[in-house]
């Protein structure tokens, strides 16, 4: 019994180890350390039918918010179409942040996107002119819209930078779960791939 119970003890921490570990990874994965003071966070929405951000998106901002550097001139940015009736994945998004978080700065919203790809299309206008470009969104995610820049404009590609999207512990019960949605949403980008 109690062989059982330190293999299952062992199995869930090699587990949680790999959750933590792949993460990471995907976080510093074609990331670059331009020089300059100015910087766009784009925060990618996440399907959202109600009128309040979802978990996914509640998460998002979270990740935008602290990645903001205080010493740079910072281009906020939350990018999502309709998904509902009234309120855009983008505005819900925006919402959330001034309104929970206690977000004061100035944002732009980006309300047509309906994909990843779709984000990053209609983003790229609204960034080519910052030293530094961060995609708030869970490691995996972010990565993807990273391959996706360097397809669409590998002109932008040397601007970008990792979000504050990975925390050694943070949600680690679902970061396993998350490495291994990754990993198959992440198939479309695979020759992107380091």
């Known amino acids: 019994m109690r062989k059982g119970i330190a293999l299952a003890g062992v199995v869930a921490a090699g587990v949680l ?80 942040a001034v309104n929970t978080l206690g977000y004061r700065g100035t944002y732009l919203l980006e309300e047509e996107s309906r994909t990843t790809w779709e984000n990053i299309t209609n983003l790229l206008p609204m960034v080519e002119d910052v030293d530094r470009i961060k995609i708030a969104s869970l490691p995996a995610h972010a990565l993807k819209a990273r391959a996706y820049v360097r397809r669409q404009r590998p002109d932008l590609a040397p601007k970008l930078v990792n979000a504050a999207d990975y925390k050694f512990g943070e949600l680690a019960a679902l970061k396993p779960a998350l490495a291994a949605y990754g990993l198959r949403t992440l198939r479309a980008v695979r020759e992107d791939l380091p």
Not at 53 to 75: C, G, Q, W, Y
Not at 76 to 95: H, N, P, Q, Y
Request: cysteine-free; hydrophobic content about 40%; charged content about 20%.
């Open 17 to 96: 180890a790999w959750g933590e570990w792949q993460n990471r990874r995907w976080s510093l994965a074609l990331v670059n350390d331009p020089s300059g003071s100015s910087e766009a966070v784009v925060v990618l929405g996440f399907k959202n039918p109600q009128p309040d951000a979802n978990f996914i998106n509640r998460i998002r901002v979270r990740v935008a918010l602290r990645s903001i550097d205080p010493a740079a001139e910072t281009r906020l940015i939350f990018s999502g179409g309709l998904t509902t009736a009234t309120k855009s994945e983008a505005r819900v998004m925006a919402d959330y």
